[in-house]
């Protein structure tokens, strides 16, 4: 029964064997003429895909679609050399499929036989020879980048970087990180980023942090792939490295602002307005932040206060004369609770009178912002007496009703 068996087996696999062996057979032929390249490759993938191959004959599969892949280059590098017409694209593809096949090919390769001895028979002539066209990973890379092909770009520079990871090329690893490996991994965030696909940007971020000339857009890959991703955490946690690095990019001081304000931590957004200030207690960004904070906090005076000084740096930014303006408003509301008569008769018109220069001056400023001094205007000039303005306005806000 066994040997019955045995045969049913061997009688079974035998036109399997035989056409894997004429498969292989003519992917050789294809490489020594050079010709029906395309057709050997495919037909070898398909070979390994659709096969229950045993290790032996996955080598033999392996080892000759990497010789495929290897004449493919060879012609299109020589092509390119004769300058003849040739897809660049192409050539890169080779090259980062030759590293594929010979990496999955390692992999049978360095199997343990059945003593648990591993002897490898192809690693050290790929591994040498691969590691002659490292850098054309890197170039790949660089090509697809150029021609808006993000997801192409990022797989090349994902093979480039995981060089050094690959039991392949053991005998080439380094504890080293040389600049184009710190650029590598900077790009490979980049291109992750720009194809939108935030998981893959925290990947080679710590190495592309390295890279002090791209830092801070490092960062900002990081804040919104987290931001996307809804981690709060780690969002807030590269807003403020990058607050700190790089204090005066238009990108991380605003964003730490809005997320504190959004979450109703008017004291954390304070602490930033705070902390930028004593960095720059000349900039306008700065300094109108903390005036829009303490607004919002109903600290009218003292945003008068920095919202003056932002004034007396430039006189024709118009928000600052709105903060003042509102500011006086609010606090004449104040008064109109405490106070009662003449007293608040009067109090009321002072503050009013204080308030007026401010919202007209932003009305000349930004005529286009109606429903900001329009109302408070109307008020103003009713309170004041003064019909010919009142009118004025009143007519606008009908109008615009």
Not at 35 to 42: E, G, R, T, V
Not at 133 to 155: E, P, R, V
Not at 278 to 290: G, N, R
Not at 300 to 320: F, L, Q, V
Request: contains cysteine; charged residues 25%.
């Amino acid at each position: 029964m066994k040997v019955l068996l045995i045969l049913f087996i061997f009688l079974f696999n035998a036109p399997c064997l035989k056409a894997q062996n004429k498969e292989l057979s003519q992917a050789r032929s294809c490489i020594k003429s050079g010709k029906d390249i395309d057709k050997a490759k495919q037909s070898l993938r398909t070979l390994l895909h659709t096969t229950n191959l045993s290790e032996k004959d996955s080598l033999k599969v392996y080892y000759t679609l990497y010789q495929v892949l290897k004449k493919q280059y060879e012609t299109g590098n020589e092509s390119l050399y004769l300058k003849q017409k040739y897809d660049t694209a192409s050539i890169f593809s080779y090259i980062k499929e030759m590293f594929e096949v010979a990496c999955a090919l390692d992999s049978v390769d360095a199997r343990p036989d059945k003593n648990g001895n591993v002897k490898t028979k192809y690693r050290k002539k790929h591994a040498a020879e691969l590691a002659q066209y490292k850098t054309n990973l890197y170039y790949g890379g660089a090509y697809f980048i150029k021609h808006g092909d993000y997801q192409q770009a990022y797989s090349f520079f994902d093979s480039y970087l995981k060089f050094n990871t690959q039991p392949l090329f053991v005998d080439y690893h380094t504890e080293e990180k040389d600049r184009m490996t710190i650029k590598a991994a900077y790009w490979a965030t980049y291109c992750a980023y720009k194809q939108n696909a935030m998981e893959q940007v925290p990947l080679y971020a710590s190495l592309a942090l390295e890279d002090k000339e791209k830092k801070v857009y490092t960062l900002q890959y990081l804040a919104e792939a987290y931001q996307t991703m809804g981690d709060d955490e780690n969002y807030l946690r590269y807003l403020n490295v990058g607050f700190e690095e790089f204090y005066k990019s238009p990108y991380f001081f605003p964003r730490l602002i809005d997320y504190y304000t959004s979450h109703n931590q008017m004291k954390g957004a304070l602490h930033i307005a705070d902390c930028a200030l004593a960095l720059d207690s000349t900039s306008v960004l700065y300094l109108y932040a903390k005036s829009t904070l303490l607004l919002n906090m109903g600290n009218y005076r003292e945003c008068i206060d920095y919202s003056e000084k932002i004034i007396n740096i430039s006189d024709t930014i118009a928000e600052p004369y709105y903060n003042v303006g509102i500011s006086w408003m609010n606090i004449a509301l104040q008064y109109e609770s405490q106070l009662k008569g003449k007293e608040k008769q009067l109090k009321l018109t002072e503050i009013y009178k204080k308030a007026c220069p401010y919202f007209e001056t932003y009305r000349m400023l930004a005529p286009h912002q109606q429903q900001k001094w329009g109302p408070a205007l109307y008020t103003i000039y009713f309170y004041l007496n003064r019909g010919k303005q009142f009118e004025e306005i009143d007519n606008i806000l009908k109008n615009n009703r």
